[in-house]
């Protein structure tokens, strides 16, 4: 069984950085795809960008391509989410999961492992 737990967010002004730290425990986390997720009030969570664990290549949706950059440390067995020129709908709640090599990563049903989430609050 793989833990995760997320931590690094607050509130920050629009245009400001911020980096999200997701940290498993419990197993290993060289076999995974590493997910990173959003989910504001009233709306649906949605995917933000992966890590694949073993060559650290990522993937990103089109809305934080430039912005946000994912990447691990194999030490640590962390991955994080830093994201910069942070704007007003950025505002989440931000979840990482873990999904077994060969599955979509796009979907949430094929995750096996997720954190509690951290929440992320960017004013004007």
């Known amino acids: 069984q793989v833990h995760l737990v997320e931590s690094g967010g607050g509130l920050v002004q629009a245009g400001d950085s911020l980096r999200l730290s997701c940290a498993a425990s419990?197993?290993?986390?060289?076999?995974?795809?590493m997910g990173w997720f959003r989910q504001a009030p009233g709306n649906e969570r949605e995917f933000v960008g992966a890590?694949?664990?073993?060559?650290?290549?990522?993937d990103y949706a089109d809305s934080e391509k430039g912005r946000f950059t994912i990447s691990r440390d194999n030490a640590k067995n962390t991955v994080y989410l830093q994201m910069s020129s942070l704007k007003p709908e950025d505002t989440a709640v931000y979840y990482c999961?873990?999904?077994?090599?060969?599955?979509?990563?796009?979907?949430?049903?094929?995750?096996?492992?997720w954190g509690q989430g951290t929440q992320v609050t960017v004013s004007s």
């Open positions: 999961g873990a999904t077994p090599y060969g599955g979509n990563f796009l979907s949430q049903s094929n995750y096996i492992a």
């Open positions: 419990g197993g290993t986390v060289t076999n995974y795809i």
């Open positions: 890590i694949y664990w073993t060559h650290a290549n990522t």
